[in-house]
């Protein structure tokens, strides 16, 4: 049997007594996947208020009076539990374009939680954190030009719920076509946002999955 550099480095029986920190995602049994991903999401979703509540805190900075009822009305919804829809995100675009809530602007506690509910590290300085969520960011922007070029319907069960996962939506316990049309509602926020404005689909991570049908777990 080959023998890699790992097992000189991690012992072997260990690996079965840690399986979510020493074992690939390849090894999990399909029990053991969903606990960790419910593990994962757990962290992220942890981050959630806090990104939230700065939303709010910055509502009196935005300078257009119809932007600022928008902002109000749409953090007032995601408190009550509901989905928002399509047209209440997009509506903030010009927000997340430049002051208060554009990449540039971000500031270090918002970059930290945002980088937390992306399962990023948050122990960096603020330059390389805004450097890592534009670049991760811009990756997932792109995906999603192709996705949509490519079409949902083209997708295998499993690659949608991949998909909806990495976007911020715990789909693991989703129905297949509940994540098909979140996925649907995602990638038309994506594809019609411009470079300037991907502070929005940052955010959209956790306004969008929030308080999606199954996620209140």
């Not at 000189?8 to 690996?15: E, G, H, Q, S």
């Not at 399986?19 to 390849?26: A, N, S, T």
């Not at 979703?45 to 600022?68: A, F, M, R, T, W």
Request: charged share 20%.
């Amino acid at each position: 049997m080959p023998v890699s550099a790992s097992d000189f480095v991690i012992p072997f029986p260990l690996r079965y007594l840690f399986p979510r920190q020493l074992l690939v995602k390849h090894f999990w049994t399909p029990k053991q996947q969903t606990d960790f991903l419910d593990i994962y999401h757990a962290l992220r979703k942890q981050s959630h208020p806090e990104i939230l509540c700065y939303l709010e805190k910055i509502i009196p900075l935005i300078s257009d009076v119809g932007l600022q009822w928008h902002m109000t009305e749409l953090c007032t919804k995601i408190q009550r539990g509901t989905h928002p829809a399509i047209h209440d995100i997009l509506a903030l675009r010009e927000c997340f374009s430049n002051h208060p809530l554009g990449m540039n602007q971000l500031p270090a506690f918002q970059m930290k939680a945002l980088s937390r509910a992306m399962l990023l590290t948050p122990y960096l300085p603020s330059l390389l954190l805004r450097h890592r969520l534009k670049a991760h960011t811009t990756v997932i922007h792109q995906l999603d030009k192709a996705l949509a070029k490519l079409g949902i319907a083209q997708l295998t069960a499993q690659e949608v719920k991949s998909a909806c996962y990495l976007r911020g939506l715990n789909s693991t316990h989703i129905a297949e076509e509940r994540c098909r049309t979140w996925l649907g509602e995602w990638l038309q926020i994506s594809c019609s946002l411009k470079e300037a404005e991907l502070s929005l689909l940052l955010h959209n991570v956790v306004l969008l999955s929030t308080n999606y049908i199954g996620t209140r777990r």
